[in-house]
Every structure is written in structure tokens, then in C-alpha cells.
């Protein structure tokens, strides 16, 4: 089903020729153990299951484990009343909408589709945001139901799954098998192993990357929905701003979700964190924004 969430071109292409990469280190991968003699039907049907469990569940999966409930408009009216408006302008089904009782200030959306999408905000951006602001960010994250970001980086996160999995039976294997008919030759399983790491680390940095350019995209888009790309800049500073001043053991506990979240929740000074974010820097993304104000003439 269309919206009226604009697209982005470049964007686009590098989004698909990461998935492309992605696609050609699974084919690579798989080569590489049927030459190497390994049945890995077992670990494929693992990894699979495992997959299509977090794609049809990762609307309850994620407020499970964020503590978010379901809120009605009479519970929320504002909160309900701004997804409406977003809803209507992108011509698109209205979400599900959740709070989670966080002081950490964020927001994200989760749901394979547009049908079983929710979109959740935390006590803490609702306390610290304005209704202009709030929008903005809301925005952001209808963008991601809409252009089914959840279902995407589920699928591109397929590879890593099966990579960690294939290192975990060669360890479990204790390096056994070895080539040349047992005479001293490498074990098979070392092989594996290593061939598994590797795989692991690069599908590891092509999903981040096309995280972030997902992150960019909606960005955009949620900024051209409402026309006020200053609104949605404001948000971004003001959150990760205010994260600075949460207690870092609330931070590390929210950091598992950072790739759902609309600003990951680092701790300060985590430069490798930074280094490998599911987000791009906040810098990036106020430049792209302060670009689109450029275009539309105003903020």
C-alpha cells in the first residue's frame, strides 16, 4: 500500500546495493561450507526458525521487552490526536500506539507491516518534548512502518544469525574433521569457524550500514511529511542532549534496542559503540535536516 512519505534516491541505491552484498556473502557463505563438506541443514532450519519467529513477532517481542503497554485515545488523546494527523497526511492505516514507562527519552516503531505496526514513545520524550517536536519524531517513525523497515533489516539480519550459529557448532565440534584424511591436514572445523567470524563482522557492518541509511531516510521523510524539518532537528538535540544526564546503568540496559530506537541510547565517551551505531551521527543527521529547511525555504 502507497504513502505520502517521500522517497530518496540516493538513499535507495545504497540501501539496495548493501542488501546486494548482503545477498552475495550469504551465497558465498553457503558455498563455502558445502565445499568444505559441512551439512549445515540443521543450522540453516535453526537460523530460519529463529527468524521467522522475530518477523512475525516482533511487534510483542519488542514491547515485551521494553515494558510498553497499549494505550487507548482516551488514555493518550494528544498522543493519539498527533498520529491521526501523521496518519491522514501520509494516507496510511493508523499504527497501534504504546507507552513505555521510561525516563529514557526515545521512541520507535516495531511490526512486520503496516496492518501489525505499533508505534511507542517513553514517559521521558513525553515529558521533555513539544507537541511540535513530539510530531517530528512521530513522523520519523511512521516513516519506518510505512517503508518496512522492521521486515527489512530482519531479513538482512538472516546472515549474521546463521554466521554465529555456523561458529558455535565449530566450537562445539571442537575443530574435529580434518582434511587429507586425517594426516595432520587443518581441521574442518577451525575452517569453519574462521570463514564464520569473517562472514559474521561483514554482514555485521553492511546491516549498520543499512540501518543508518534507513535512520537518514526517515529522517527526511518524517521531516517532509510535516514541513518542518527545525521541529524534528529540535527533537534530535533535545534527546540526545538529555541522554547525556541519564544514569549510564540505564542507558546500557536501553542499549540493546538501540537499532529500534529513533536516537541510540550511548552511554558518553563509547566511541566504539559510535563506531559501530545502528544511527548516524547526530551531526549527519542535523545536516541533512538543516539541507531539506534549505530547500523548503523555511525550518
Known amino acids: 500500500m502507497g504513502t505520502w512519505f517521500a522517497s530518496d534516491s540516493g538513499l535507495t541505491r545504497r540501501m539496495v546495493v548493501t542488501m546486494f552484498l548482503l545477498g552475495l556473502l550469504y551465497v558465498a ?15 540453516l532450519v535453526l537460523a530460519g526458525g529463529l527468524l521467522l519467529v522475530q518477523y512475525f513477532l516482533s511487534d510483542r517481542i519488542a514491547l515485551f521487552a521494553m515494558h510498553g503497554r497499549e494505550v ?4 493518550a488523546p494528544e498522543l493519539h490526536g498527533l498520529i491521526d494527523r501523521l496518519c491522514a497526511l501520509a494516507d496510511m492505516p493508523k499504527p497501534r500506539v504504546a507507552i513505555a514507562d521510561s525516563d529514557v527519552p526515545n521512541a520507535f516503531a516495531t511490526g512486520r507491516n503496516q496492518k501489525r505496526a505499533v508505534v511507542c514513545v517513553t514517559t521521558g520524550i513525553l515529558r521533555r518534548l513539544e507537541p511540535q517536536e513530539l510530531e517530528g ?7 519506518h512502518v510505512a517503508h518496512r523497515d522492521v521486515a527489512v533489516m530482519t531479513i538482512a539480519s538472516f546472515l549474521g544469525i546463521v554466521a554465529g550459529l555456523m561458529t558455535r557448532f565449530a566450537l ?3 575443530f574435529g574433521g580434518r582434511r587429507d584424511n586425517g594426516q595432520g591436514g587443518v581441521p574442518v572445523g577451525l575452517i569453519i ?16 550500514a543499512l540501518s543508518r541509511y534507513r535512520e ?29 544526564r541519564i544514569p ?29 551505531s545502528t544511527h ?15 530547500q523548503l525555504g523555511r525550518g
Open 29 to 43: 557463505f553457503v558455498g563455502v561450507l558445502i565445499a568444505l563438506g559441512v551439512r549445515a541443514l540443521t543450522v
Open 248 to 276: 549510564t546503568t540505564d542507558l546500557r540496559e536501553a542499549a540493546p534496542f538501540n537499532a529500534f530506537y529513533f536516537a541510540p541510547a550511548l552511554a558518553r565517551g563509547e566511541t566504539l559503540a559510535n563506531l559501530f
Open 72 to 75: 487507548s485515545p482516551q488514555e
Open 193 to 208: 569457524m574462521f570463514v564464520s567470524l569473517v562472514v559474521y563482522a561483514v554482514s555485521f557492518l553492511l546491516t549498520r
Open 172 to 174: 562445539y565440534a571442537g
Open 137 to 143: 519524531v512521530l513522523a520519523h517513525e511512521l516513516s
Open 280 to 294: 548516524p551521527p547526530l551531526e549527519r543527521r542535523l545536516e541533512l535536516l538543516a539541507s531539506i529547511s534549505k
Open 216 to 244: 537518514l531516510a526517515a529522517d527526511r521523510a518524517g521531516a517532509l511529511l510535516t514541513q518542518r524539518p527545525s521541529a524534528l532537528a529540535s527533537a534530535l538535540t533535545k534527546v540526545t542532549g538529555d541522554m547525556a
